[in-house]
Protein backbone atom coordinates (compact mmCIF):
# COMPACT_ATOMS: atom_id res chain seq x y z
CA UNK A 1 0.00 0.00 0.00
CA UNK A 2 2.68 2.33 0.99
CA UNK A 3 4.43 1.25 -2.20
CA UNK A 4 1.54 2.52 -4.30
CA UNK A 5 1.58 5.63 -2.27
CA UNK A 6 4.79 6.38 -3.30
CA UNK A 7 4.30 6.07 -6.76
CA UNK A 8 1.53 8.37 -6.89
CA UNK A 9 2.71 10.52 -4.95
CA UNK A 10 6.36 11.30 -7.49
CA UNK A 11 4.07 11.10 -10.56
CA UNK A 12 2.12 13.26 -8.85
CA UNK A 13 4.52 15.86 -8.00
CA UNK A 14 5.95 16.42 -11.16
CA UNK A 15 2.25 17.49 -12.63
CA UNK A 16 1.99 19.75 -9.97
CA UNK A 17 5.69 21.99 -10.84
CA UNK A 18 4.52 21.86 -14.36
CA UNK A 19 2.11 25.03 -15.67
CA UNK A 20 -1.07 23.41 -15.67
CA UNK A 21 -0.13 21.86 -12.18
CA UNK A 22 0.16 25.54 -11.23
CA UNK A 23 -3.46 26.55 -12.14
CA UNK A 24 -4.75 23.50 -10.83
CA UNK A 25 -3.20 24.64 -7.44
CA UNK A 26 -5.02 27.97 -8.17
CA UNK A 27 -8.24 26.03 -8.56
CA UNK A 28 -7.52 23.60 -5.50
CA UNK A 29 -6.80 27.50 -3.11
CA UNK A 30 -9.65 28.94 -4.80
CA UNK A 31 -12.20 25.82 -3.65
CA UNK A 32 -10.34 25.80 -0.53
CA UNK A 33 -11.35 29.15 0.51
CA UNK A 34 -14.46 29.26 -0.89
CA UNK A 35 -15.02 26.27 1.73
CA UNK A 36 -13.98 28.84 4.70
CA UNK A 37 -11.24 26.23 5.32
CA UNK A 38 -8.16 27.06 6.59
CA UNK A 39 -5.35 27.78 4.36
CA UNK A 40 -2.03 27.98 6.11
CA UNK A 41 -1.13 24.44 5.44
CA UNK A 42 -2.04 24.77 2.18
CA UNK A 43 0.26 27.70 1.83
CA UNK A 44 2.99 25.61 3.29
CA UNK A 45 2.35 23.45 0.61
CA UNK A 46 2.49 25.68 -2.12
CA UNK A 47 6.12 27.25 -0.69
CA UNK A 48 7.27 23.35 -0.27
CA UNK A 49 6.27 22.71 -4.02
CA UNK A 50 7.28 25.91 -5.58
CA UNK A 51 9.23 28.03 -3.22
CA UNK A 52 8.94 31.16 -1.45
CA UNK A 53 7.79 34.17 -4.09
CA UNK A 54 6.55 31.95 -6.66
CA UNK A 55 4.55 29.95 -3.79
CA UNK A 56 3.14 33.30 -2.08
CA UNK A 57 2.20 34.90 -5.64
CA UNK A 58 0.30 31.33 -6.62
CA UNK A 59 -1.45 31.61 -3.08
CA UNK A 60 -2.29 35.42 -2.86
CA UNK A 61 -4.05 34.68 -6.60
CA UNK A 62 -5.92 32.26 -5.45
CA UNK A 63 -7.04 33.55 -2.65
CA UNK A 64 -8.01 36.55 -4.00
CA UNK A 65 -10.21 35.13 -6.66
CA UNK A 66 -11.77 32.68 -3.47
CA UNK A 67 -12.11 35.19 -1.40
CA UNK A 68 -13.97 37.80 -4.09
CA UNK A 69 -16.22 34.27 -4.82
CA UNK A 70 -16.85 34.11 -1.74
CA UNK A 71 -17.36 38.03 -0.82
CA UNK A 72 -20.14 38.02 -3.61
CA UNK A 73 -21.80 34.63 -2.83
CA UNK A 74 -22.50 36.02 1.03
CA UNK A 75 -23.70 38.92 -0.61
CA UNK A 76 -26.07 37.23 -3.11
CA UNK A 77 -27.39 33.79 -3.26
CA UNK A 78 -26.27 32.51 0.07
CA UNK A 79 -27.24 35.86 1.82
CA UNK A 80 -29.40 34.15 4.31
CA UNK A 81 -27.20 31.25 4.78
CA UNK A 82 -23.94 33.30 5.67
CA UNK A 83 -26.42 35.52 7.74
CA UNK A 84 -26.66 31.95 10.09
CA UNK A 85 -23.33 31.11 9.92
CA UNK A 86 -22.01 34.74 10.97
CA UNK A 87 -24.51 34.67 13.96
CA UNK A 88 -22.45 32.06 15.29
CA UNK A 89 -19.45 34.45 15.87
CA UNK A 90 -20.13 37.16 17.47
CA UNK A 91 -16.54 38.87 17.38
CA UNK A 92 -17.36 38.68 13.67
CA UNK A 93 -20.34 40.10 13.70
CA UNK A 94 -18.84 42.98 15.30
CA UNK A 95 -16.51 43.33 12.19
CA UNK A 96 -19.80 44.30 9.80
CA UNK A 97 -20.50 46.81 12.60
CA UNK A 98 -17.43 48.16 12.46
CA UNK A 99 -16.64 48.40 8.70
CA UNK A 100 -19.85 50.31 7.98
CA UNK A 101 -17.67 53.43 9.97
CA UNK A 102 -14.56 52.58 9.37
CA UNK A 103 -14.37 51.06 6.70
CA UNK A 104 -10.62 50.10 4.86
CA UNK A 105 -8.60 50.55 7.66
CA UNK A 106 -10.79 47.61 9.92
CA UNK A 107 -10.68 45.23 7.04
CA UNK A 108 -6.58 45.66 6.48
CA UNK A 109 -5.86 45.14 10.04
CA UNK A 110 -8.19 42.00 10.18
CA UNK A 111 -6.52 40.76 6.94
CA UNK A 112 -3.30 41.03 9.02
CA UNK A 113 -4.83 39.56 12.61
CA UNK A 114 -4.47 35.99 12.98
CA UNK A 115 -7.50 35.98 14.85
CA UNK A 116 -10.07 36.59 12.40
CA UNK A 117 -10.74 33.45 10.37
CA UNK A 118 -10.30 34.33 6.67
CA UNK A 119 -12.82 32.84 5.00
CA UNK A 120 -15.90 34.13 7.57
CA UNK A 121 -14.51 37.64 7.07
CA UNK A 122 -15.25 37.23 3.14
CA UNK A 123 -18.71 36.24 4.11
CA UNK A 124 -18.66 39.08 6.98
CA UNK A 125 -17.91 42.23 4.57
CA UNK A 126 -20.08 40.49 1.76
CA UNK A 127 -22.85 40.84 4.41
CA UNK A 128 -21.90 44.31 5.08
CA UNK A 129 -22.46 48.00 3.33
CA UNK A 130 -18.45 47.24 2.20
CA UNK A 131 -17.44 48.77 -0.76
CA UNK A 132 -15.93 46.37 -2.96
CA UNK A 133 -13.23 48.27 -3.82
CA UNK A 134 -12.20 48.75 -0.09
CA UNK A 135 -12.38 44.67 0.41
CA UNK A 136 -10.13 44.50 -2.61
CA UNK A 137 -7.52 46.77 -1.41
CA UNK A 138 -8.14 45.12 1.52
CA UNK A 139 -6.93 42.02 0.46
CA UNK A 140 -2.85 43.70 0.40
CA UNK A 141 -3.46 42.61 4.12
CA UNK A 142 -3.01 38.91 3.81
CA UNK A 143 0.54 39.47 1.45
CA UNK A 144 2.99 39.40 5.23
CA UNK A 145 1.00 35.81 6.12
CA UNK A 146 0.98 34.07 2.94
CA UNK A 147 4.72 34.63 2.21
CA UNK A 148 5.44 33.19 5.86
CA UNK A 149 3.17 30.57 5.14
CA UNK A 150 5.03 29.75 2.07
CA UNK A 151 8.36 30.20 3.57
CA UNK A 152 8.07 27.90 6.29
CA UNK A 153 6.99 25.46 3.19
CA UNK A 154 9.94 25.97 1.27
CA UNK A 155 12.00 25.72 4.68
CA UNK A 156 10.95 21.72 4.67
CA UNK A 157 12.55 21.24 1.63
CA UNK A 158 15.83 21.12 3.75
CA UNK A 159 15.82 18.12 6.07
CA UNK A 160 17.80 20.13 8.93
CA UNK A 161 15.08 22.52 9.44
CA UNK A 162 12.38 20.65 9.43
CA UNK A 163 11.60 20.22 13.41
CA UNK A 164 12.16 23.76 13.04
CA UNK A 165 9.46 24.70 10.73
CA UNK A 166 6.78 22.05 12.18
CA UNK A 167 7.86 24.06 15.83
CA UNK A 168 7.32 27.28 14.49
CA UNK A 169 10.80 28.72 15.42
CA UNK A 170 12.67 28.41 11.60
CA UNK A 171 13.87 32.44 11.97
CA UNK A 172 12.96 35.46 13.22
CA UNK A 173 9.99 36.22 10.66
CA UNK A 174 7.87 34.11 12.79
CA UNK A 175 8.34 36.75 15.49
CA UNK A 176 7.94 39.55 13.21
CA UNK A 177 4.44 37.97 11.92
CA UNK A 178 3.49 37.62 15.28
CA UNK A 179 4.28 40.82 16.66
CA UNK A 180 2.13 42.13 13.36
CA UNK A 181 -0.44 40.03 14.54
CA UNK A 182 -1.17 41.51 17.92
CA UNK A 183 -0.28 44.69 17.29
CA UNK A 184 -3.03 44.25 14.08
CA UNK A 185 -5.24 42.80 16.60
CA UNK A 186 -5.33 45.53 19.34
CA UNK A 187 -5.84 48.39 16.72
CA UNK A 188 -8.91 46.44 15.66
CA UNK A 189 -10.02 45.95 18.82
CA UNK A 190 -9.47 50.00 19.11
CA UNK A 191 -11.46 50.77 16.34
CA UNK A 192 -14.64 48.02 17.08
CA UNK A 193 -14.95 49.69 20.08
CA UNK A 194 -14.86 53.23 18.40
CA UNK A 195 -17.16 52.48 16.11
CA UNK A 196 -19.73 50.35 18.64
CA UNK A 197 -19.61 53.81 20.60
CA UNK A 198 -20.06 55.86 17.58
CA UNK A 199 -23.29 53.84 17.07
CA UNK A 200 -24.74 53.84 20.56
CA UNK A 201 -24.18 57.34 20.36
CA UNK A 202 -26.29 57.80 16.93
CA UNK A 203 -29.16 54.93 18.03
Request: proline share 3%.
Amino acid sequence: MSNKFEILVNNFLPFLSSPLGVVFFVFVYIFWVSCLLPGSWLSMLSGFLYGTWLGSLIVFLGAFIGAHLTFYLGRTFLKEWAQKKVSNFPKIQLMEKAVKREGLKVILLTRLSPLFPFGLLNLTYGLSAVKLLDFTLGMIGILPGTILYCSLGSLALKVSNFGEVLSGRSDESTFIWSLIGIFSTILVVLLVLRATSKINQDS
